[in-house]
């Protein structure tokens, strides 16, 4: 397993190991093309969350931008910063609360604007995947699919970011890097995703996007 830097993961002592990779026997080559990772994940229907819990949660909206890369399709990530009060020092996709007066789409490129000086006006929003409901945070993630013709160059927000980082979707499916496992928590049990990079590690609910992107791109 690759290092994946020096995050703390709040893991129980218990947890197990999950199922391998779902895309293990799949063809990845797809994961270069932008044209077909943007066509598959327009073409899905978003599941919503219609629970008590989630209509009580407050709703939150990230952008997934994905951009072509070097090594093929290229997701922008971002470290947040340490003095955060909530998931201090943990990769995920630019994003945040949604305002009264705005809609979904509206939040999510605000928020990355202010987060890492996106371009918005180039990027194209194709859709979204399915949402999220965090038990801990109690947050209604919406996570909304973003594309730019280019690998944009952006600013990190003090206030909020630590780095910005452009993963390629490829380098997230080698043999070391991801990894399930199963806990068991006080709300109850749980499958957690982890991407073990050379220098950070990935979970949550950012993990759980990364993975739907994966599986819907490669067709698993």
């Known amino acids: 397993m690759r290092p994946g830097g ?10 197990v190991a999950g199922d391998p990779a779902p895309w ?6 797809q994961l270069h093309s932008f044209d077909t990772v943007i066509e598959r994940l327009s073409a899905h229907g978003a599941r919503a969350i219609e629970t008590e819990a989630a209509q009580q949660a407050r709703p939150s909206a990230v952008l ?7 090594n093929g399709v290229e997701v922008v990530l971002t470290k947040r910063a340490s003095h955060l009060k909530n998931h201090k020092g943990e990769i995920s996709f630019p994003g945040g609360r949604v305002e009264p007066d705005e809609s979904i789409e509206e939040a999510a490129l605000r928020e990355a604007v202010e987060e890492v000086a996106m371009p918005s006006h180039d990027v194209a929003l194709v859709g979204e995947l399915d949402h999220i409901l965090t038990v801990v945070s109690s ?9 730019l013709p280019y690998r944009p160059r952006l600013t990190a927000s003090e206030n909020e970011v630590e780095k910005v980082l452009h993963v390629p979707l490829i380098d997230l499916t080698r043999d070391d890097t991801f990894r399930e496992e199963r806990w068991v928590t006080p709300y109850g049990k749980m499958n957690v995703y982890m991407y073990h990079l050379d220098d950070e590690t990935i979970w ?3 993990a759980r996007v ?8 490669v067709g698993v």
């Not at 709040?10 to 947890?15: F, V």
């Open 204 to 206: 949550g609910a950012t």
């Open 24 to 29: 293990r026997d799949a063809d990845l080559s």
């Open 64 to 70: 997934v931008a994905l951009h072509p890369g070097d």
């Open 6 to 15: 020096s995050q703390r993961i709040p893991r129980p002592h218990d947890w």
């Open 139 to 147: 947050s209604y993630i919406i996570p909304v699919v973003g594309t």
């Open 210 to 217: 990364l993975t739907q992107i994966i599986r819907l791109s």
